[in-house]
């Protein structure tokens, strides 16, 4: 199914959120993610289920002002 | 001693991570500047990338604590969206919390700020929202649960310093026991002074610094800045006055009368 991953569009057989960071390759990376833009926690990402179309965030910690 | 949300600090010098040269100078910059507090922010990372996790390792051997932005929000659900990601990435319940409202002037949207503030607050976030000099949107702020404001003292990256100093005396008259960082803006040392001899808390840099020549002796330039103007504060400075008074004693002048 097709996932739009940060702005682009990914096919990913994952069908839950944990699944899909391993296969994009982000493994234990410290990272934060939302779905179709609604925060999903750590401990959620194993039962979060993904579904064709939606919008996955993956944010990792950069300088800020 | 600064205390901010129940948290005492030495430093009244907040400083931005954004926009240094390398990574040792941006280290180098927080050591100069002596700051126990830096801001950080969250940004898409592509999988095969790392920087991220090679910035975060730098932040925590530096030992200072994080306050991590919301920068680049337009909107309420975007910015209560990536406070959520912050608190789990970073483990602080602290936030800058900027809702952008112009693109030009990075002014935010005052509206937003409160709207989200509110329900931040309300979710046990401790909440530095950067806002205007305006008094009114400030009022709002501190019913919405922000115990700490952070003023703008000109618009983010211009350096033009203390942009309207009849507001910013006002707020800080109107609520003397918030603390009150004047954040974006200011541009050299001589700002940050004017700031804390006006009776803010403290300053947030980031341009100022990183942008600068050599950002490690502005760190210290600026560190010097805001003890003096903290000292000067304290020490209660004189009233201006539209004339001359004579500091040299004018009984006994010679050649008179």
Known sequence: MKIMVNGAWRELGAVRLAEALVELGYGERVIGTAVNGEFVAVAARATTPLADGDRLEVLAPVQGG | MLELYQT????????????????????????????????VALRREAAGERAGQGFWSLIRELGVRVLPNTAGCHSVKEAVTTAHMAREVFGTPWLKLEVIGEDDTLQPDVFGLVEAARILCAEGFQVFPYTTEDLVVAERLLAAGCRVLMPWGAPIGSGRGLNNRFALRALRAHFPAVPLIIDAGLGVPSHAAEALELGFDAVLINTAVAQARDPVAMAGAFARAV??????????????????APSTPVIGTAFRG
């Open chain 2, 8 to 39: 005492a600090l030495r430093s009244r010098l907040l400083l931005g991570t954004a926009r240094y040269p390398s990574p040792a100078v941006l280290s180098a910059a927080v050591r100069a500047a002596g700051a126990e507090v830096v801001t």
């Open chain 2, 227 to 244: 003890e003096a103007g903290w000292q000067a504060r304290a020490a209660g400075p004189m009233e201006a006055r539209e004339l001359a």
